[in-house]
């Protein structure tokens, strides 16, 4: 676990991430993150963004529903 202190930034408050936790999370500048809400009540701070993840599964199903018709594109 990491400790993080919540400290002023300009007219707002913050955190500055670690290099060790920026490392990990394969982070640069200017990249984004989401914060998400657990079932729990708990919160989750990630680079990986559910509405893209929802975007990709439907397209996934749409692939493998219209295969045969991309494989003739394809081509």
Known sequence: MTQLKVRPFGNSLGVVLPKDVLARLKLRSGDSLH???????????????????????????GMGKFRNALRKLAK
């Open 35 to 61: 914060l998400t809400e657990a079932p729990d009540g708990s919160m989750r701070i990630t680079p990986y963004d559910p509405a893209f993840e929802a975007q990709m599964r439907l397209a996934q199903e």
